[in-house]
């Protein structure tokens, strides 16, 4: 399992560049490398073990974010009750998004990541409805459609392939204004 000194933090070169694609079957390596992204996800959102570790909880891990650039990312959105099955949860492997809404949608509190460590206030405008196509560790193709919360995580890890991070989508002159029509998500 990765942890905090195991994530890499902006400035790091390989957080601005274009990740490779990945070949099936994967490596031992790339196995190792979902499985692992995956738990630390796991266990930043448990509140004891996050504190146990000192870990930052996340929904999103990227593999650029652990110094390797390969298309590879594991999203863990939890459901808002704890009892129910996830919003979200797989480790996605090339993702493409294959079709997105005209709307968008946007944070309230706007975004963090594990990678920045500074708070970057201002909205980060999304698409609120994407459909999403990816492999998973099996080499499978999955298309889902997401939206809301779990479609922001997602294009928020998919950035991250594509060397850009959130605060790249913040408008500079006024942070906290998003385009008309925005779906605002607390």
């Not at 570790?53 to 959105?77: I, T």
């Not at 009892?83 to 944070?107: C, H, M, T």
């Not at 995580?153 to 002159?173: A, M, R, S, T």
């Amino acid at each position: 399992m990765y942890l905090m000194k195991d994530i890499t933090r902006d400035g790091n070169p390989v957080l601005r560049k274009r990740a490779a694609k990945v070949s099936f079957p994967l490596s031992d390596e790339d196995q190792k490398l979902a499985k692992d992204m995956m738990k630390y996800l796991e266990v930043s959102q448990d509140p004891e073990l996050c504190k146990k570790y000192k870990l930052r909880a996340g929904v999103g891990l990227a593999a650029p974010q652990v110094g390797v650039s390969k298309q590879m990312a594991a999203v863990l959105v939890p459901a808002p009750d704890e009892d129910e099955k996830p919003l979200f949860k797989d480790v996605i492997i090339n993702p493409v998004i294959v079709s997105e809404s005209v709307q968008y949608g946007a944070l309230t509190e706007g975004e963090g990541c594990l990678s920045v460590d500074k708070d970057v206030p201002g909205y980060v405008p999304r698409h609120d409805r994407i459909t999403l196509r990816y492999q998973d560790v099996n080499g499978e193709t999955h298309k889902v459609r997401l939206k809301h919360y779990p479609a922001i995580v997602c294009q928020h890890e998919i950035d991250h392939l594509h060397g850009v991070l959130f605060y790249d989508h913040i408008n500079k002159d006024q942070p906290f204004e998003a385009p008309a029509d925005t779906v605002m998500i607390s």
